[in-house]
């Protein structure tokens, strides 16, 4: 080999250990699937032959991943802890890929190129982005070896040498127990072209030129060698199926039936242009700038098989950009696999070429036509302007996460981990909000159950996989469809027995708050701590999963064992050959005859100026005032990101109020849109001004909130000066009350909890009875194909009462057909003798065992109270609510008369007929907040109540409270609970339509009222 | 335990151990009486085959904490069993079953009865809240224990003492039956604690409590605080209610809802809930923006209305004047002028409609220092129009030209 090929080679094993090493250290962390790992990792440390996890998704197998890296870092855990192991296996690995690339690179193209092609294998944006953003060790490591394997494979077959086979097979063993993946589609992306290569170059050999090879003379060859890939084949095969035996079994015994999760990998990227800069133009990155010179090299006879598995790749990888993807691969596993894996391999693929391009351009054939063509100074702009692209590329990749945060900010898990761990907390499951990636991490620092997960593929309650949603934590990302599924979770968490959860997003407070969970704390990191009362703990058994010793026992002992035996086996036939290089190795150097030079510098220049002009394009086209839409995106998109500032510097110069006067005038607007909500959409119709230049704009724009879509209507005038379009200042709610101070008398309740400071003993004098609550009417009840339950409760004690409500729906036969709680269409806090009409939705039917009928027939309700402390906001009225005849709205006005600001207020509208039967029950959220001694009104429409059929009336029997028939309570209270006394004094809308309305008030924390 | 399991491993691996014989041990155990008292008993004697002094007797302890082998030891030609402390400490029924071999040679039965009460008294109250003069009853458990922790004996007297709020102590006595003694305490009329404390013999239990709470809140009537009678919807009526009692003359609970409900021309308009503090609620309601007259009523839910409060609300704008201005296209709206001759206060509203045949356009604009102006779009249809301005219960209408 030659010296600067060796020296390159040993520059690329330090440059990729000094570049990827040390800013992994600041990296890994970010990345999306680093924690993850961690987490398994932390299993095998705590319980090497344990298959069972209960710590997600209420359990699952182990054995659903292949354990090498995990087992690794478990082990150097007990040295240097979890992350500690996972950056010391990481820098291993490392050096094992930018190996690998050599050697594999040294088969293709001679030893220069290959030693160009591990320098820029440092420098790999695909690589990067698999390492610094994705944080996929398991997979790395797979290609690593895959990489490493190949040249063993090659050795075996071109030149008749077993022990290669030996090596080979081992490392392919080793592998499948990292990432079985890679070995699957590694076989024929990878070994196929690298086995086809040996049968060439035998050919070559044979034949005695590689330009005489003609298709009979590769037949022939094959026929010849093909026993020995046969067995070879047979062998790998064997080997993937013991090697993780019990993930096979897993994945055969316990199929994954799931909705598909949607992976932008998937997305036409043209059309949705972040999916094509992550998932295409960053992994290829400056490799764009010599795909003719790959292809044409690759189409060369003796590379074909590799230029098809390139071809093959390269077209998989574009996902849904074209249909070939998916009637490649059917629909089936085009919506399993993600995609970006093939752009993935397709880049390493083509880093021998890379190198080949490179050393051409630096030092060989290329550099002499550009020198003898354009002059050398063009020639060293575009080495240098290439190399600078390939490096600043690289650290773009590597420092992504400082340009565009794909993760909150890094949280300290002390204070959670400290939380769960006293008062038995850890007695309940938990959920995190808003943690992304971080949850994993926290999950492996604590002992309590999670309901979420961060491992999709093992999700086995109906709830998550009838939906397509990846995880709880990051609902709001996954729209409406996200909010749904974690709507569920929070409406029946004792189902789950979810007691808390952790808010790192306030998003999702609104949500939390009127499903009847409790703030109960903030933590020292600023993390939210809601509580849900009523929830029963775990039982002491949980059911489990087992799977026969003797897989545990493989699964325990065969991937590290493995691991040894190939570093082992390698290290000895290495040192063997040390300092001998292998003499029959037919030099493979690049034939520069036919290369089109000045094509492909064509094709840089001609991608360059394509790039340049396009950004500079599209960057004048997204100027925020260039156009009325424009303008009005960017208004909208600066309110919905908080950069108010910036909001108010699209507003006319001329007409608008000072900055102070602006922002003043906004924090005093408040509410669930300007808190608590996402911009979705904007959909604007413009008109013609009052004045010249000046356009009318009415704006729709849909808002997406922890509990359901909004849609707001905006009339904004637009001006034009210049060449950018303004925004005219508009009035902001604006009512003086005519009291400076006011004085409102207030109760406060306060529930002691242990009187006596124990740790592990609830005293039973400190247990308050469960207040008396009485079910006033209820019926199942059915809409437009939807079940539910309505009715009226009533807290007939002389506390305040916490109610839980649930419904139970039955079958003729009396089976059950679905169980769930009221949500947001109660009150779930009522004071003594206060009142609350509820609605339990039957969002799905999910019969615990199944059922011979499922239409609904009966029903019972199970209401439960207990002591409440936390003392809601009530001090707020109704007034001048009318039907508008026109419109037929219903109108009125909310009045905050307290002394709080109502940041998100709720309506729960009643429904009455004439005879004070209940109608329906539908909840109302006003867009905005009411400050203390102020009114917002509102406009709803009347509901077509007429297509509502009640399948069957609550009665003493199937109404029940605190698991005691109502009957019993109504003997022993002797309460004056005469259901023709409610509604006492309704809203009369029409003569056969009355109307309830109770405010349900969420509160701004003390330091965010104005 | 681990003797237990000692002595089990011993005899089923010793060497020595052949097959049980074939003959029947002979044995007896020798009691005088078959009643003791928890904690008494040391020592049991029993007599057996000598013959069989290599062999292994045991004395197996029956008694509801399951069986416990007890080994003895050869005085003379007795075998006397030695009853460890923690046995015989438990009071119930023992069987005893003399042993050798595997095969039973006696059996006899013991009754061990609970010593003297003593210590604490164990006490459990359910439930700790109940209503005044209803039909609730809470329940008071007591379980006096002997010095080993064991209920005392069936027929035991408990003396329960009981305070009513605002009553002297009483006395009630209750005999101990399955292991505890109970009393029914009925709810009577005043709310507040009852305490609750038993004795029996040289025990006591700790104070225990049953809140009386409150019945159902009767009628409830209002009273004005303070409120200004013009129809100034900025203002605000502040009421309040009456102490609210139940039936029985108590204070209702801190927090229980009243409803406050205003009528106008016996609609309801308004609907304001209230929440007792120290029995009584209060609620800020907002003026009207017209002259009205309110019939305001309260109630607590189940119950009936109480008595009306009536409260009439005259205009609060008595002058108004409305200029067009032709040349900047703006209806100027002032002085609006208050009762006392004041100009009425920044951000009071006003409604203006234009109305030209069946077209009706709908403003609302604010008044600044008495004051307010609005401007119409330059592209305002042209016409006569009869513009209306309505604020504070006044309204007046003139007709203006827009070119």
Known sequence: MPKRALQFYYLALLSGLVLHGVTLVFTFEGTYDAFVHLFFADHYAENWFETWDYKWYAGFTITSYPPLVHQVIALLSKVVGLKGGFLIWSFFIILVFIRGVFHFSRIWVDDRAAAYAAVLAVFSTSFGEALHIFGQLPSITGIALLLNACPELYYWLRYNQPHRLLTGLSLLAVTSTAHHVTTIFGMVFFVLPTLGLAVMNRCAARIGSEDDIHFKDIFTEVIRVLPRVIVFGILVILITVVVIFPYWYWSKSDPIAQVPIPHGSRDSYLEVLSSGLVFFLIPWGMMLFFLPFLFRELFRKRNIFLGLSITLAFLLGTGGTTPLPQMMLGETAFNILTLDRFTYWATLLALPFWGAFFFELIEGSYRDYLERRTGVFFHRFLVGTLVAGVVISALVVINFQNIRATQPAKIAIDPIVNFMARDKHHDWRYLTLGFGDQMAWLSANIDALSIDGNYHSVRRLPEMTSRAVERLENAKYLGMEGINSLQEFLTIPEKYRLKFIFSNDKFYDPLLFFAGWNKVQQLENNIVVWEKPDIPTLPSVLPRKNIPIYQRLMWGLIPVSCLILALVLNGWFSMRSFGQESSSRMATVLATKGQYWGVYTLWLLGLAVGIAGFSAYKGYQNLDQVSPQNVIDAYFNRLDFKDFPKAYTYFNPDTRPSLDQYLMELSLEGGILSSYAKLDALRTTYQKGDHPGELKAEIEASWLTALHYYQTKHTITLTQRGLFWYIEPFQLEKRTPPDQFVRIPAIDFFSQGKRKALADKVEKRDILDRPDFYILSAALVERSGQYAVIGEAINTDNDPGYLTLEAVMYNRQGQELARYNARDAISHMLYPKESTTFRVDFTALRPPVPVTDSVPHSFVVFARSMVAAEGYYKNTGLQQVRVDSNTQHMQGEVINYGARQIIVPQLLLSYYRPDRKLLWVEPLYLSGGIRP??????????????????????NDDNLRINGVPRQEYRQTL????????????????????????????QMAALSDES | MLIYIALLVNLA??????????????????????????????????RADTARADKSWLLIWSD????????????????????????????????????????????????????????VVETYVGPKTITVSSGQRAMVVAIPKDAFGNPVATGTVVTFSLRYPGQSIVTRESLMDNLVSSILIPAEERKGQILVGATAGKASSVEEGIALTP????????????????????????????????????????????????????????????????????????NPNHPADWEITAFANGKAEGPALRLGFVPYVVALAVTYLDEEKTLRI?????????????????????????????FSVLTQDGFCSLSLPADFP???????????????SREIYIR
């Open chain 1, 933 to 954: 001694q102020r009114q917002k009104a509102f406009d709803h429409p009347l509901p077509d109540l007429g297509d509502i059929r009640v399948i069957q009336w609550g």
């Open chain 1, 974 to 1001: 002797q309460i004056p609970l005469d259901v023709q006394r409610y509604p006492a004094a309704p809203f009369i809308l029409k003569d056969d339509l009355w109307v309830n309305i109770k405010v349900i008030a």
């Open chain 2, 13 to 46: 691996c010793s060497a020595d151990s052949p097959a049980p014989d074939s003959a029947t041990p002979q044995g007896r155990i020798l009691l005088t009486d078959s009643l003791f008292q928890a904690g008494i008993l040391t020592s049991i004697y029993a």
């Open chain 2, 64 to 119: 509801a904490l399951g069986d416990t082998p007890v080994t003895g030891s050869w005085r003379n030609d007795t075998l006397v069993f030695s009853i460890p402390r923690n046995l015989c400490s438990h009071s119930g029924r023992v069987q005893l079953s003399l042993t050798s071999g595997g095969q039973v040679a006696d059996q006899r039965f013991l009754q061990l009865t609970p010593a003297a009460p003593e210590g």
């Open chain 2, 215 to 286: 019945a159902w809140p009767g009628q409830v009537s209002l009273e004005v605080e303070s409120w200004v009678p013009f129809a100034d919807p900025r203002q605000y009526v502040a009421v309040r209610t009456n102490p609210i009692v139940d039936a029985l003359g108590n204070l209702v609970a801190d927090g229980t809802l009243v409803q406050i409900v205003v009528r106008e021309q016996e609609q309801v308009v308004g609907s304001y809930p209230g929440f007792t503090s120290n029995g009584v609620a209060q609620v800020h309601l907002q």
């Open chain 2, 334 to 362: 002032g002085p609006v002028k208050a009762p006392l001759g004041q100009l009425v206060t920044d951000d009071f509203p006003m409604e203006v409609t234009l109305q030209q045949q069946d077209q009706h356009y709908h």
């Open chain 2, 382 to 396: 042209a016409g006569i129009y009869r513009c209306s301005v309505m604020a504070g219960g006044q309204r007046i």
